[in-house]
């Protein structure tokens, strides 16, 4: 009796286990779709901002410094924390994502994605640093 308790137990344990590391992956694949450069017109106060996913959310991150993201209530809607602005993110009729505006600390600036530079900064740092492991 004692090792069919044991063994349900330990089945329980993976299958709760196994639908917990599966739950990131479903978050992490809807935000993959803000991840990228956005561009901003000359004379922007800044030029770009580069959305990355770290750790399983969204960080901004441009000249001006990085800001986690937080989702707010509506459709694509994000306060920038660190500078108390929001980023709402722009979609075609296809629902890609191709844009981003931003109002933070009295700037209105709006941005265009630029989809040949969008990656996951651990993908990224792990592309950076494999050439050096192969030498």
Do not use: C, W
Not at 111 to 134: C, E, M, Y
Request: charged residues 20%; proline residues 2%.
């Amino acid at each position: 009796m004692k090792k069919m308790l044991l063994f349900f137990f330990f089945s329980v344990g993976m299958v709760a286990m196994a639908q917990a590391q599966q739950a990131p992956a479903a978050k992490d694949s809807t935000l993959q779709h803000y991840v990228g450069k956005y561009k901003f017109p000359d004379g922007s106060v800044v030029a770009e901002v580069t959305v990355a996913l770290v750790d399983g959310a969204l960080e901004m991150s441009s000249s001006a410094g990085t800001s986690a993201l937080e989702k707010q209530e509506g459709e694509d809607l994000y306060t920038i924390v660190q500078f108390q602005g929001t980023a709402k993110f722009v979609r075609d009729t296809n629902k890609k994502v191709i844009g981003v505006s931003i109002n933070a600390m009295g700037y209105q600036l709006e941005g265009t994605k630029s989809d040949a530079i969008a990656f996951n900064r651990k993908n990224h740092l792990n592309q950076r640093i494999s050439p050096l492991l192969v030498r």
